[in-house]
């Protein structure tokens, strides 16, 4: 199937895609510094550059976009053109996942990863829930959660 958008307006379009500082990331990091949590942001030292680092609490913070993470999820959607290109780009995101995930428990961070659709579209909770799940977490022994959206 052809693109509906010419080949400089996607680019335009791809370009403006952020890989730090979205609308979920603020989210989280202003309803946990409210409630008195204090953070790093993107640590370039650590595996994957994680969103938020509590080094008091041993643990990190992914929010991960559902698209970009291929989540198992309503907001994920293999695109239909560039099959390869995307499958390659898709899996690969996957793998180097669970590769920094291997190598941050390694080191011996606490992991949490915050899904997109926890936050936004038809599944959604209310944000209240999601911060008091990371709030837990952080103050718990658990070495690794993910938050997502409910169950349809």
């Known amino acids: 199937m052809a693109d509906i958008v010419s080949e400089k307006k996607r680019s335009e379009m791809m370009s403006g895609i952020r890989g730090k500082d979205t609308k979920p990331e603020l989210i989280i ?4 510094h409210r409630s008195g949590y204090r953070f790093k942001l993107h640590d370039s030292q650590l595996p994957g550059k994680p969103d938020l ?3 008091k609490y041993n643990a990190i913070i992914f929010i991960h976009g559902c698209f970009w993470h291929k989540h198992d999820c309503h907001l994920f959607k293999w695109p239909s053109s560039r099959d390869q290109f995307w499958k390659d780009k898709l899996l690969g995101n996957e793998e180097k996942d669970k590769e920094n995930n ?5 080191l011996g961070w606490r992991i949490l990863i915050i899904w997109e659709c926890a936050l936004k579209g038809k599944t959604c909770l209310y944000t209240n829930t999601v911060l008091e799940s990371a709030a837990e977490f952080l103050e718990s022994d658990d070495e690794f959660l993910e938050i ?4 349809e």
């Open 53 to 55: 680092v509590f080094p």
């Open 102 to 106: 291997q190598e941050l428990l390694a």
């Open 148 to 151: 997502r959206g409910a169950e």
């Open 29 to 32: 990091r202003k309803g946990l």
